[in-house]
């Protein structure tokens, strides 16, 4: 069973630490929140003060932070749904997450293993991959249904915001077409980029928290861990399918497939880095499909594409099990 590789008492400094991050994240989260466009940025680094909190001072500071985040915006704002905003969407999923990247269980140490310490078996980067698209599928259908979300009236709301920034030449049907796409791949972008979003914080606040000398699960070798349990396959498989449903499945279907589409993504950027590794043009093929990302994003179907063949045909266990550290 896995269990908290170093379990760590709720005292007074954790606490403050937990109030603290919270308080942190909630002023990084509030342009998003207040909308004000100078400082919308800062919420795509709001889960780095809860991740710091969780991983270095243990999975209670990292939920009284998500806690304290929750607090202080709702009663900044005096609204209820303001605090649900950044819960939702940033708090637990990055306090669920800082536990999670923590856990492991103690395993019969392996020939060679001498001074050492302990031989500790951690939670694979394949299931807190998984975990991270669960998280935020559920953050965004969570948030959807606090907003009252329904495409039919969010497109004309759409159509008037473009017909104020664009010409007058614009004929009014184009604008209308304009709208309902835009409204069509929200749900499939939003949770796609909430995936990046932690998944970079995550890197980030594992980096900050390893040079403190406070996280104890040693560095992971990314390119050659990423991946992702068999039954994401099926999970992309079925979401893919709700799709084309209709409705509000439909719109369930278009989350988790956004969600999976990245963390898809993301494993087949790893299999690039993993596979160019040693060779003399590597830095020139890294930038080069950066730049084709960057500049046209097409490139990023081919990557999704590699990332299911590459969990496709891998063994059963392989993508779930990590080597002992």
């Not at 985040?69 to 009663?75: E, I």
């Not at 999670?100 to 269980?105: C, D, E, P, R």
């Not at 395993?107 to 060679?112: H, K, N, S, V, Y």
């Not at 160019?276 to 994003?297: D, E």
Request: hydrophobic share 55%; aromatic share 8%; charged share 10%.
């Amino acid at each position: 069973m896995m269990q908290d590789s170093e379990p760590k008492s709720m005292n007074p400094r954790a606490l403050l630490i937990g109030l603290l991050a919270g308080l942190a994240s909630a002023l990084l989260f509030a342009g998003l929140v207040t909308q004000a466009s100078s400082a919308v940025g800062l919420a795509f680094v709001a889960p780095v003060p809860i991740l710091i909190a969780s991983l270095g001072w243990g999975s209670t500071a990292g939920f009284v932070a998500a806690l304290s985040a929750f607090g202080a915006v709702a009663g900044a704002l005096g609204s209820v749904y303001a605090g649900l905003s950044i819960l939702l969407s940033v708090g637990l999923p990055a306090a669920i997450l800082g536990h999670i990247a923590g856990l492991a269980q103690p395993i019969e140490a392996p020939t060679g293993w001498k001074d050492k310490g302990p031989a500790l078996l951690w939670f694979p980067l394949s299931r807190i991959l998984f975990a991270t698209c669960l998280l935020a599928a559920l953050g965004c259908l969570a948030m959807g249904w606090l907003i009252g979300y329904d495409p039919s009236d969010l497109a004309p709301a759409v159509a008037q915001a473009l017909s104020s920034e664009a010409a007058s030449s614009v004929p009014p049907e184009q604008l209308a077409e304009l709208a309902r796409f835009v409204v069509n791949v929200i749900p499939y972008a939003q949770p796609a980029f909430l995936v990046l979003t932690l998944v970079v914080c995550l890197f980030v606040s594992a980096a900050i928290v390893r040079a403190s000398g406070r996280l104890p699960r040693p560095k992971d070798d990314i390119p050659a861990s990423a991946g992702l349990p068999r039954m994401a396959l099926f999970a992309f498989a079925f979401a893919l399918a709700l799709c084309f449903t209709g409705g509000s499945a439909a719109l369930v279907g278009a989350v988790f497939t956004g969600a999976l589409g990245c963390a898809f993504t993301l494993v087949g950027l790893a299999v690039m880095h993993r596979r160019s590794r040693g060779r003399a043009a590597r830095g020139l093929l890294l930038f080069t499909a950066y730049a084709a990302i960057v500049l046209l994003s097409i490139p990023l179907l081919a990557f999704l594409a590699l990332g299911l063949f590459e969990t496709a045909k891998s063994p059963a266990q392989a993508a779930d099990t990590n080597q002992p550290r």
